[in-house]
């Protein structure tokens, strides 16, 4: 939540490092990393300030500043300028300026250095590859340009990093085709992972993704790079982390990636703020069952919404005879994901393979104003307007459209009292009963949903 600077060493620590404690008066106290580093503060190498989860974003700062820190985070400033950003949101660059600058303390080119910085030392710290490779991996345009800049903020080459002890060639991708590498994604525990697992699965079109016991892997398409992920949380006692396997062939997209997959897993939210306030409101014995329940969110936005309006089995049916064919030597993942341009012009076919008229159409016209850039689904998009437009499509109901935005955007206080799941796990009849209810879970109804929902599923379980 935090970082803390001790003034005689020069050097910025988590909360949780293990280094002695320093005096009072030696401390200084930073929202961000970037915050610190524009003091001249350098990240520890004992508790590693670039493992830390991000801030969470339920109202964490205003919209027009978290939409861009997230941006930034998935690398939207490399090689781009922040005058395209302030386009992208809909706001002059100097107000963007003024705004990051406000809320968080520092300008989006040095929020977005910070982020390159971070993300190479966790590659020179953890993997093997050349300082090269790890400098155009972090989203640097040069490498001249990473050296100097690391130089700079740090009081030390790569080089020096590089010579440190790391970690090799994880064992568990071994036995895969292609070359990976293994990095770690924070959370603050605890982390429902078989729980988050089982509700991320199933929106995952068959060939595009899988389970295997409790590991998630997938194919990625991401900016011109094309590989496979996988997913497992760490066995305790490891500090908590996901241990993330990529092939190397998608190291171009790694700040985008690491954002979507932060976003699909919730792993910035706060467990123990969340679920104190659920069980303190009602749901102490659903919170006992499941601590650290997560919001799954989306991978991609598009796949949410035709697995939202089409339905998993037509979504398959769509993804084997639309999607394009990607060789993993995988048999179960030889698929990437349907895209807005494939399925703009595709309602009759949809028809045709058995999807109601109006549902097909509806689904059409969502990647039609997503390949036009009339519509985002992805986090950092206006919550209001996306809502607003999706609702402006034929076919698309309010239910449909408060689902689509829930994981594509990370709503976390969304809720659907007219649900009959809902309102049977809750114990209650009636929208109106509902949301009387649901008042006092304000801002986790959507966490109070999935506490509902999980709930309700293993009570089908026991009933069949």
Known sequence: MFYVGISTTGIYCRPVCPARVSYPERRRFFPSAAA?????FRPCLRCRPELAPGLAVCDAVPRVARAAAMRIAAGALNGRSVAELAHELGVGERHLRRAMERELGVSPVELAQTHRLLLAKCLLT?????????????????????????QQRYRLSPSVLRDRPRRTMPASTSDLPGDWIRLTLGYRAPLAWDALVRSIAPDTPPGVGLVDRSRYGRTVALEGCRGLIFLEDAPAPAAPHVNLDLTVSLLPALMPLLARLRHLLDLDAEPAVIDAHLAHEGLADLIMRRPGLRLPGAFDGFEIAARELLGIDLLGVMTEDLGEAFDTGIKRLDRLTLTPYRVAEAASFMTRMGAPARRAEALAAVAEAMAEGALQLEPGADLPSTLEALLRIPGVGTRSATAIVIRALHWPDAFSATDPVLQRAAGVRGTRALCRMTERWRPWRSYAAEHLRAGATVGIRKAR
Do not use: K, Y
């Open 126 to 150: 953890d993997t093997s590859l050349p300082v090269t490779r790890v400098a155009f991996a972090s989203g640097f345009q040069s490498l001249r340009r990473f050296n100097t800049l690391f």
């Open 36 to 40: 610190a580093e524009q003091e001249g």
